[in-house]
């Protein structure tokens, strides 16, 4: 994945990122990726990704399924990001990690704030350390009652090009 472009923004134009991202998220959560004082980088990549660095470090990706964290973020045991959770037991980690959506009989624990198309950290149940972000197909009281088949659409991994990216940016 290459640069195509990248360039800072104005106050202006945070504030209506910001905005955007309120429509998904609530305010606690852009409290955790804006600091008070800081920079932002918009990047565009040749694959037609938009990336965000804040304060020179990479954290959020505009992907068709809207404004994703990014996993290094997630996985920053200093900038504590709160993120819904669904957490996976150990024998879908592989699958998991390597894209696949995250199914019902793999699923140990569902937060039971989760509503159909939130955004969601999917995590393992043993370290509770992020092994993805995913897109919640149902919300969490439908989960909870479903047998079998995929409960969250995987979107982003340690094996995709944004991972690869997020490894050399600087």
Same mark, same amino acid.
Request: aromatic residues 8%; charged residues 30%; positive net charge.
């Given at each position: 994945?290459?640069?195509?472009?990248?360039?800072?923004?104005?106050?202006?134009?945070?504030?209506?990122?910001?905005?955007?991202?309120?429509?998904?998220?609530?305010?606690?959560?852009?409290?955790?990726?804006?600091?008070?004082?800081?920079?932002?980088?918009?990047?565009?990549?040749?694959?037609?990704?938009i990336?965000?660095?804040?304060?020179?470090?990479?954290?959020?990706?505009?992907?068709?399924?809207?404004?994703?964290?990014?996993?290094?973020?997630?996985? *920053?045991?200093?900038? $504590?990001? +709160?993120?819904?959770?669904?957490?996976? #037991?150990?024998?879908?980690? !592989?699958?998991v /990690?390597? =894209?696949?959506?995250?199914?019902?009989?793999?699923?140990?624990?569902? *937060?039971?704030?989760? $509503?159909? +198309?939130?955004?969601?950290?999917?995590? #393992?149940?043993?370290?509770? !350390?992020?092994? /993805?972000? =995913?897109?919640?197909?149902?919300?969490?009281?439908?989960?909870?009652?479903?047998?079998?088949?995929?409960?969250?659409?995987n979107?982003?991994?340690?094996?995709?090009?944004?991972?690869?990216?997020?490894?050399?940016?600087?």
């Amino acid at each position: 994945m290459k640069i195509k472009q990248r360039h800072f923004i104005k106050s202006t134009e945070i504030k209506k990122l910001k905005a955007d991202i309120l429509k998904k998220y609530d305010e606690k959560f852009i409290n955790q990726i804006f600091p008070k004082k800081g920079v932002v980088e918009v990047i565009h990549t040749e694959a037609g990704d938009i990336l965000y660095a804040i304060n020179h470090k990479l954290t959020l990706w505009k992907s068709k399924e809207g404004y994703l964290p990014v996993l290094t973020l997630l996985l *920053d045991k200093k900038n $504590k990001v +709160d993120l819904k959770t669904v957490v996976v #037991d150990k024998g879908a980690i !592989r699958f998991v /990690a390597n =894209g696949a959506d995250i199914m019902r009989p793999g699923v140990t624990k569902i *937060d039971p704030s989760i $509503k159909q +198309d939130d955004i969601v950290r999917i995590a #393992d149940e043993t370290h509770d !350390r992020t092994l /993805a972000v =995913g897109k919640a197909l149902y919300n969490a009281q439908e989960m909870e009652v479903k047998k079998s088949g995929p409960v969250v659409k995987n979107l982003h991994t340690i094996q995709d090009s944004i991972w690869q990216f997020e490894k050399n940016f600087k």
